[in-house]
């Protein structure tokens, strides 16, 4: 659609590339494999796709470290096979974003090269380079979410420098004007190659402190291990200082005045401990910085209780009224959902049916639509440099990252005739592509009808959402548009529980998705895991 504002309220589905379909049997995703299959992702009713990084890199970790933003790994095709996916993609009326990675390149990434010759060449001030301590120690104490200090010494320069993840990914310095306006020629090689917009990697760490302060510790009480798991010890600062600094919001602008020139939207991942959603805030809603924020309030540890869900949205009411965050349960930093709250199957449908009812754009990950749980990866198998880092405490990101499943008679579920990166789970197979399309009682039905059902109420797609109430495990809430209004409430329980009926006259919705409205006692009687979905008469 040609709206402006054609975000507001998108649902967006994640490709990772490495394990979606491999096209030329070498047993890694790639492009023309992700063009084969977008048909399944148009099935479903999404608005967008949003594709991990597919740029040239030594994978170190799996394409988030960029040897080449302007060209395509070999391992995952051409640029011609990208303009495959995106003609293939708009045919099918899906938007696509791409993943930028700008906060960080690879340690192979030519800048890195020149700029760690000397102290002098023309991209010596490229990366956050720094000395020593007189004792030799790093320039502060600042730490890396992969583990350890986040500062690298380099013997060739005799410094330091600075890298918020592996050491492999050094930190780009946003205080030097070439390196923001590289960058933004970067962003423009891909609009005008057709891009509708991005998702860009962790924005809050572009600039850092330039007096290189250190973070101050954090008491364990106010530890809030939203970011990286509580065993990393980057949870116990507060990271004050090396990241979310006041000129990004300088960076991002300029952004923005590109993205208005192409009509494209980006979302931004902010990942924050402390104050999250103040930052969602300040950095989106307006028409000066980024559209949307990637919120990882719903990628909780915990399932989400009614009185929680109630919580984050009351918090973004008060603290981003403004802002537009875009909500997701599972992704590929993070183990599937269904694992991580030991969901029954119809629990997983009630969160997605609430997902879609909810204020926000939201994104679905690759798999998720068939139900997939967290799959078991052995050491031996072990790919992620974070999940080797902090095993066994943290398994890291490898059980959300195996291949999808398409055909479950196939080798390797169809993703690829020869043994795959990461194995495929034999638990995914009877939950193939081909299964539940036969099936009209499997997940992936319902998937495409609660998308569905969002889509067709202008009111949850972009609607006002009013303050919610939670009573035991129901939470329940408004949303409205022009003169429509919709209820909703969904018990987020296994266990049968009721609330009062909303006062007035009212029509039940989404029967097909399980949906039921006031008995004669006036009460909503709600089963397990059931909603009450209903428009004002
Ligand atoms: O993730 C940023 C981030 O904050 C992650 O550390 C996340 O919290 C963690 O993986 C949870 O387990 C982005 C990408 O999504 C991730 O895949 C990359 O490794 C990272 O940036 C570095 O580019």
């Known amino acids: 659609d040609k709206h402006a504002d054609w975000w507001r309220g998108a649902v967006i589905y994640q490709i990772y590339p490495r394990s979606f379909q491999d ?32 740029f040239k890199s030594p994978m170190r970790d799996f394409g988030y470290d960029v040897s080449d933003y302007c060209d395509v790994d070999p391992m995952f095709g051409t640029l011609g096979d990208f303009d495959t996916v995106i003609a293939e993609a708009h045919r099918l009326g899906l938007k696509v974003l791409i993943d930028l990675v700008l906060s960080h390149t690879s340690i192979d990434h030519p800048w890195f090269v020149e700029s760690r010759q000397s102290k002098d060449n023309p991209r010596s001030n490229w990366y956050v380079w720094a000395d020593a301590k007189p004792d030799g120690t790093p320039p502060n104490n600042w730490l890396s979410i992969f583990g350890g200090s986040s500062w690298q010494w380099d013997p060739g320069r005799c410094q330091y420098y600075l890298h918020n993840f592996l050491a492999e990914q050094p930190d780009l310095n946003f205080h030097e004007p070439e390196v923001q306006k590289t960058l933004l020629d970067t962003a423009e090689f891909w609009l005008d190659r057709g891009v509708d ?31 990286a798991p509580a065993v990393n010890p980057y949870t116990w600062q507060n990271h004050l200082y090396d990241k979310t600094q ?56 915990k399932m989400p209780t009614a009185a929680y869900v109630k919580k984050v949205f009351d918090m973004v009411e008060d603290k ?12 590929h930093d993070v183990p599937r959902h269904i694992s991580r709250w030991n969901l029954p199957e119809n629990g997983a449908r009630a969160f997605t049916t609430l997902m879609m009812c909810l204020k926000g ?29 902090f095993w066994p405490a943290f398994k890291g990101r490898d059980g959300c990252r195996t291949p999808m499943v398409w055909d479950g008679d196939a080798y390797n579920g169809g993703f690829s005739e020869v043994r795959p990166w990461l194995p495929v789970s034999h638990q995914h197979l009877h939950r193939a592509v081909n299964e539940q399309d036969a099936d009209p009682g499997a997940i992936l039905q319902h998937y495409r009808r609660a998308i569905a059902f969002r889509h067709a109420h202008p009111a949850l797609m972009q609607g006002d959402q009013e303050r ?10 408004r949303r409205s548009l022009g003169g429509d209004t919709i209820f909703c409430a969904f018990n987020l329980s296994g ?15 989404g029967q097909e998705l399980g949906s039921t409205g006031p008995a004669p006692d006036g009460r909503l009687h709600l089963g397990p895991w059931q909603p009450a979905l209903m428009v004002r008469a």
């Not at 302060?213 to 008491?219: E, H, M, V, Y």
């Not at 993205?259 to 959603?277: H, K, P, S, T």
């Not at 690759?366 to 080797?388: C, H, I, R, S, T």
């Not at 919610?468 to 809430?477: D, L």
């Open 23 to 54: 096209s030329n049997g070498d047993g890694v995703g790639d492009l023309l494999g992700i063009a084969r299959r977008l048909e399944h992702v148009a099935s479903l009713g999404v608005d967008a796709i949003w594709i991990s990084p597919f």
């Open 197 to 227: 917009g991005f998702r860009l990697d962790t924005i809050n760490f572009y600039v850092h402190d330039k007096e290189l302060r250190d973070n101050p510790a954090l008491p364990p009480e106010e530890r809030n291990p939203i970011t």
């Open 246 to 301: 006041p000129e990004n919001l300088l960076f991002l602008k300029k952004l923005r005045t590109l993205m208005n020139r192409y009509n494209a939207a980006a979302v931004g991942e902010i990942g924050e401990d402390q104050r999250g959603l103040e930052v969602l805030g300040e950095y989106t809603g307006g028409s000066d910085y980024i559209h949307m924020s990637y919120a990882f309030e719903l990628l909780s540890d």
């Open 320 to 331: 981003a009224a403004q802002g537009w965050p875009c909500w997701a349960f599972s992704n």
């Open 361 to 389: 754009s939201c994104c679905l990950y690759q798999g998720e639509e068939l139900g997939l749980n967290e799959a078991e990866v052995a050491f031996e198998d072990l790919q992620d440099p974070y999940g080797k880092r």
């Open 468 to 477: 919610m109430q939670a009573s035991g495990t129901i939470v329940s809430f």
């Open 495 to 509: 266990e049968p529980g009721a609330i009062d009926a909303p006062e007035g006259r009212w029509t039940v919705i």
